[in-house]
T-cell receptor, first 112, second 109 residues
Framework: NAGVTQTPKFQVLKTGQSMTLQCAQD?????MYWYRQDPGMGLRLIYY???????DKGEVPNGYNVSRLNKREFSLRLESAAPSQTSVYFC???????????FGSGTRLTVV | GENVEQHPSTLSVQEGDSAVIKCTYS??????FPWYKQELGKRPQLIID???NVGEKKDQRIAVTLNKTAKHFSLHITETQPEDSAVYFC????????WGAGTKLIIKP
């Protein structure tokens, strides 16, 4: 089925550990996004990639890095996890023009 | 930067009544205004959207109105049902989505 696939769905890390969240889309979309959503809050943009080979910071980039590996894949890396990074992470993609955001099912990350 | 304010933060209505959620924004360059519904533990789902050249759009029990002069847009849900209980987010877009803080809609039986 066409869409945005995120892995893993759940993850528990210890403070200081690193990990990479994976995101892939099969809709040939140019733009991809990483958001975080803290409990009871809206979504905040971490990083985005307007096209293959480009990445830009969003509202809350500190503590994260991203890689746009190819047109399909956009990964988010936590180099040294902190409890403040406990959140649900959503990847999204968007086709040409302003419209048509599609979200993945999310990764629930807990840092202890 | 661009900002969108969403009100109320919580809305409780009797089943069958109407619910209205309002968002205001500051950037007149925005030209796309989607509304998302998010059920507990799930991803945001687009329920309706409106573009800047349209004043109102309706889809069954859901409607969105846009007033570009006053810079506000609203979600209207009529004949509310228990399955409408969720958190609703407004957003606006130019090159990326700017999100409201969300409204928790509670439908009382």
């Amino acid at each position: 089925n066409a869409g945005v696939t995120q892995t893993p769905k759940f993850q528990v890390l210890k403070t200081g550990q690193s990990m990479t969240l994976q995101c892939a889309q099969d809709m040939n979309h140019n733009s991809m996004y990483w958001y975080r959503q803290d409990p009871g809050m809206g979504l905040r943009l971490i990083y985005y990639s307007a096209s293959e080979g480009t990445t830009d910071k969003g509202e809350v980039p500190n503590g994260y890095n991203v890689s746009r590996l190819n047109k399909r894949e956009f990964s988010l890396r936590l180099e040294s996890a902190a409890p403040s990074q406990t959140s649900v992470y959503f990847c999204a993609s968007r086709g040409s023009g302003v419209y048509g955001y599609t979200f993945g099912s999310g990764t629930r990350l807990t840092v202890v | 930067g661009e900002n969108v304010e969403q009100h109320p933060s919580t809305l409780s209505v009797q089943e069958g009544d109407s619910a209205v959620i309002k968002c205001t924004y500051s950037d007149s360059a925005s030209n796309y205004f989607p509304w998302y519904k998010q059920e507990l533990g799930k991803r945001p789902q687009l329920i309706i959207d409106i573009r800047s050249n349209v004043g109102e759009k309706k889809d069954q029990r859901i409607a969105v109105t846009l007033n570009k002069t006053a810079k506000h847009f609203s979600l209207h849900i009529t004949e509310t049902q228990p399955e409408d209980s969720a958190v609703y987010f407004c957003a606006l877009a130019n090159y990326q989505l700017i999100w409201g803080a969300g409204t928790k809609l509670i439908i009382k039986p």
